[in-house]
């Protein structure tokens, strides 16, 4: 797992990383719909944000998956890994990151972050393919259901 100084030597320059987590309960992941009005608004994604200074990825997957669904979990194995260019013309290329997560207790109800999200919901990677999914969680997912089984 990356430590705390190269999340910091990545947000550096023309780099800017963003974390996401997969949460899953029985065969289904957590999705989360944006609120309308907010960058990519009515989207379903999954628990992520901003790696801060002097976080690491896996350990801002873990805190926005708190912040924006109050659930406690630790971080696993990096999932996906996506580049893009600044969809603003800015001269900056994003890594976003997502990581499985685990539930560190028993399940507990999901509490949403009311100014980011407007529900929340449990899906197989085939149930979520009906949905207008982010970009990166649509292509993470269609990677998981195409993997073999181990």
């Given at each position: 797992m990356e430590d705390a100084s190269a999340a910091q030597r990545w947000s550096d320059g023309?780099?800017?990383?963003?974390?996401?987590?997969?949460v899953e309960r029985g065969g289904r992941y957590l999705l989360l719909r944006r609120r309308e009005g907010r960058y990519l608004g009515?989207?379903?994604?999954?628990p992520g944000g901003t790696v801060e200074p002097g976080e690491?990825?896996?350990?801002?997957?873990?805190?926005?998956?708190?912040?924006e669904a109050g659930l406690r979990v630790r971080a696993g194995a990096e999932v996906s890994h996506h580049r893009n260019r600044d969809t603003?013309?800015?001269?900056?290329?994003?890594?976003?990151?997502?990581?499985?997560?685990?539930?560190?207790g028993p399940p507990v109800e999901v509490r949403l972050s009311?100014?980011?999200?407007?529900a929340h919901r449990w899906a197989t990677p085939q149930?979520?393919?009906?949905l207008p999914l982010v970009w990166h969680v649509a292509l993470t997912l269609?990677?998981?259901?195409a993997a073999p089984e181990a």
């Open positions: 023309t780099d800017r990383f963003v974390a996401h987590g997969l009515g989207q379903w994604d999954v690491s990825p896996a350990a801002a997957a873990v805190r926005e998956c708190w912040e603003e013309g800015r001269d900056l290329v994003f890594h976003t990151l997502t990581y499985a997560l685990q539930e560190t009311a100014h980011e999200h407007d149930e979520a393919g009906s269609a990677a998981l259901s």
